[in-house]
């Protein structure tokens, strides 16, 4: 008989890190992404984007108990399974692809942060400060959306270092 290997102690930092960093990445490239026209590509990100938020989730709540694929929402808070819910598949258009990214980012935002301090990992600054201050006229105001020189962070309210 082979045994079970032990379940670790609690979250793996690394992992967490990795947990933040991507969706943050996915976020600086999407108006690169969009300004391709690449619009399945942005929705694939996006699911990658939801795929990380879970992960981060599942990694601060560890250890889990060993459980099936079938029982992934027992691994959940019924907040973090809220959160995931509200994060919808969004259609390919420029913008539901915004709105859906933002949301995600948005998200990761509100949990991230909270789960990096209580866990003692840093917070990853610059790749916020790239995801969301992105300065979007010329590349976003050709493919129909608002015109002006603003920030993803200014014009969709998520928080500090909005620059107008």
Known sequence: MVSRPAPASGPDRARITTAIEEPLRYLALLPAVLGRGELLLAQEAFGHLRRRISELFLEANAPLP???AKHWRDKLSPEQYAVLESLPWPEATREALVEAHL???????AHGRPIAS???????????????DTPLDG?????????????????HGLGRRATV
């Open 66 to 68: 060993t459980t099936g």
């Open 139 to 155: 590349r976003f105001t050709a493919k129909g959306l608002p015109p002006g020189r603003y920030s993803v962070r200014a014009q």
């Open 118 to 132: 209580t866990l003692g990992v840093s917070w990853p600054e610059s790749l916020e400060a790239a995801a969301f």
């Open 103 to 109: 949301a995600a980012g948005r998200a990761l935002l």
